[in-house]
């Protein structure tokens, strides 16, 4: 099953046998994307994989920037002349996070109605809301989503005074926003709406239900058997998030759930990311008042070595609670200007090794619902 042809952006392939419609064996086949990523990462210098690490799960480019901004920072604070982040970037840190994982997990229910046969409705509503998002990220960091934005010790700029969004046109006239009056009205008034929208019309839907309850079940014993990570394993009963689990930067100060449901199905991994929505949407309520405070702050510590730091012999893992689970970057430094060894432990991945399980005695049919509810990006999956 899947396409195979290359140029087809991200392919993916499962070898199924079958006894009539009923699965009784399936295997991942996968690397058709391989692109050499960590042998390039261990070409670069540390600066030059910032952007890089934008390719992996190209719809979390922010996060993807976190977690490895985080594994160099360890490094560097072995040294003598390190300054850790200053407030405000760890502040802004979050806000970009926060939103890409409100992002993600839009575009992963929206692909997951037209997987099970809503087609591209429910997608274009999810759409609509990214794209307001994507407005701020643009403005920000110059793009909408290779963002390429934390710098070790910070971030590359600070917040715009104003922004332009294209994505909320008036008789086709592009609007001027007051950036923070813009972020305001996002995550107070326009995506709690939307989440709640998405709630009402498909949570209790009737191919919602049909498609997905007891679908592709996953217990919480083989979750943890299969490493999963993110939504995959907390829908099977385990409350388990980085962000509380080994609390980085300033989440240890904010107030947030770890959304946690306990059927292990399709149904479930869909009702655990609308609770991270909502829970995202709380953590950024709490951020906002932080910006404000911190506004005219320092977004970048030290007295410059922003492109070229120095980094001390040593290993550190870095590790951030992405929209589809742990993402890990292990870095190896002989204290060159380059890393030794950089390997990158991708959610999607891992959680693709329990694919075969949750399919077993289901239909080909659910097999497309299924994949959906893990949510991959074929770019992290084969690197």
Known sequence: MGPQHPSTHGVFRMMVKLNGETIERLEPVMGYLHRNHEKIGERNTFIQNMPFTDRLDYLTSLSNNFG???????????????????????????????????????????????????????????????????????????????????????????LPERLRSEANLINDRVRDFSTMDYVWEMIFERLPRAVDQFDEYLTTNEIVTNRCIGVGTLTREEAI???????????????????????????????????????????????????????SLRILQQVYPLLKATEG??????????????????????????????????????????????????????????????CLGHKVADVVAILGSIDIVLGEVDR
């Open 68 to 158: 490895y901004a985080m594994g160099v920072e360890k490094l560097m604070s072995l040294g003598a002349r390190y300054n850790p982040p200053t407030r405000r970037a760890e502040v802004i840190r979050v806000l970009m996070a926060e939103l890409t994982r409100l992002v993600s997990h839009f575009w992963s229910v929206g692909f997951l109605m037209n997987d099970i046969g809503a087609f591209f409705t429910p997608m274009m509503y999810a759409v609509e809301e990214r794209e307001l998002v994507l407005d701020f990220f643009e403005a920000t960091t110059g793009s909408r989503m290779m963002c390429n934005y934390l710098r070790f010790g910070g971030v590359a700029n600070d």
């Open 297 to 358: 702050e320092a977004f970048f510590s030290g007295r410059g070595g922003m492109y070229s730091p120095r980094v001390p012999a040593g290993e550190s893992y870095g590790r951030v609670e992405n929209p589809k689970g742990e993402l890990g970057y292990y870095v190896v430094s002989d204290g060159g200007q380059n890393p030794w060894r950089y390997h990158v432990r991708a959610p999607s991945f891992i959680n693709l090794t329990a694919l075969e399980r949750m």
């Open 225 to 279: 058997d299969y490493s999963a990570a993110g939504p995959v394993l907390r829908a099977s009963g385990v409350p388990y998030d980085v962000r509380r689990a080994e609390p980085y930067s300033i989440y240890p100060e904010l107030e947030f759930d770890v959304a946690v449901r306990y059927h292990g199905d399709v149904y479930d991994r869909y009702l655990v990311r609308l609770d991270e929505m909502r829970q």
